[in-house]
């Protein structure tokens, strides 16, 4: 009878461990939601008919984005300024990083002039390298 009531009395104490893989489980799903709304949102922030090429590579890892829009606006990293505010900026960010880049997006429909203004507002900046941004032709391999 001991021993029954020795028993019973080691099932009735608390429990000492935490199970903590549940906890992983929805950090992961956060994680995940995360990363793919902050992508969605980054492409939505501006609206740029980009040209397509059959031979358009992968996506650019870039530490500046400089968009121009169909009326020829130039914005950096998503806010609009004129030409002589983004050369500032962009020789600020080679000062901090000598290896920075940058990704330049123009609509389809902006002048090629004003594509390779942009062009020399990067190279005189002090940039290292830059990239055109296109988007893939539908149909065309990867």
Known sequence: MAALEKVASQDDGPIASINIIPFVDIVLVLLVIFIVTSAAIVRASLKVDLPRAAAAGAKVASTL???LDKGGALAL???PMAPGAARAELQAAVARDPAAQAV???DRTVPYGKVMEVID???GAG????AL???RAPGSPP
């Open 127 to 130: 940039l290292s390298g830059f």
């Open 65 to 67: 984005n400089l968009v």
């Open 121 to 123: 507002l990067v190279k």
């Open 104 to 106: 330049i997006a123009a």
């Open 133 to 135: 941004d296109i988007e």
């Open 77 to 79: 990293d998503g806010r």
